[in-house]
């Protein structure tokens, strides 16, 4: 069982009229005693970027509260919910002419027990710090990406890019989608963090390391984060969700 604690915070850019980021964060303990966690970013250079974001925050996790599956199940829950989120924002396009391309990254994460399930379609990101160390646990769709999983450009370069912003997949942007998805064990002390990419295309992965790490309030790291990528230029919508635990008592708190 786990002691786990969070906090969140999204901060509107100067790109768009509308914060396009939607982020969804449950303290509710359903049949399998487990907790969602969510962040969504709506595509750039499309109409309706929010409308997609949320509606992807809306729909999987209105069908998270009705999951009554077993924890070995998950990965086949999320793969299904994705894959139908994805064709009802498509018809949902195809409908609305004022929106012909909508269409929204998204990145999650569910604790069951001691174990994590995390998945992602886009290059909002998740990280993992423990007594491991501090890594990515998920990979982007991006062409920066690519490039840096071909051994064309090192993890360090990927924010130095100049097309660092294009990616291959979100959901709703075509019928054809994959779903990434990634489990582990958790053991003593750990921080996750959810996060998009106006974040990440402005603050190095040894920059939010060091912010995580420091002795204060997840609130504090939270904004720390945020005014590091303000700092660095960060002009878009930046979500940030910290969510930190033990192997103590199940207690979800904000």
């Known amino acids: 069982m786990l002691n786990v604690e969070y906090w969140s915070i999204s901060k509107k850019g100067k790109k768009h009229p509308i914060n396009e980021d939607k982020s969804f964060n449950t303290n509710r303990i359903n049949t399998i005693n487990s907790a969602l966690f969510l962040v969504c970013d709506g595509v750039g250079g499309y109409a309706g ?9 809306d729909k999987f996790s209105s069908a998270f509260d009705l999951f009554r599956g077993k924890s070995e199940e998950i990965k086949s829950f999320v793969n299904k919910t994705v894959f139908q989120i994805n064709k009802d924002i498509i018809v949902y396009a195809s409908e609305n002419p004022s ?64 097309d660092k ?50 002795d204060n309030s997840l609130r504090d790291k939270c904004n720390n984060l945020v005014s590091k990528a303000l700092e660095n230029g960060s002009d878009d919508d930046i979500t940030v969700t910290v969510i930190e635990g033990d192997q103590n008592l199940m207690d979800w708190s904000q």
């Open 49 to 57: 970027g929010d409308i997609a974001s949320f509606k992807v925050i």
């Open 99 to 162: 929106y012909p391309r909508l269409a929204s990254t998204l990145v999650g994460l569910i604790i069951v027990g001691n174990k994590y399930y995390s998945f992602n379609v886009g290059d909002s990101r998740i990280y993992l710090r423990d007594k491991i160390g501090f890594r990515q646990i998920n990979d982007d769709d991006s062409k920066v990406w690519e490039r840096y999983k071909s051994g064309q450009i090192k993890k360090s370069e990927i924010i130095k890019q100049i």
């Open 165 to 214: 912003n294009i990616i291959t997949a979100a959901v709703g942007l075509r019928e054809n989608i994959e779903v990434h998805q990634y489990s582990g064990e958790l053991k003593d002390f750990f921080q996750f963090i959810l996060c998009s990419d106006g974040l990440t295309d402005f603050v190095t992965d040894g920059d939010i390391e060091k912010i995580l790490s420091q």
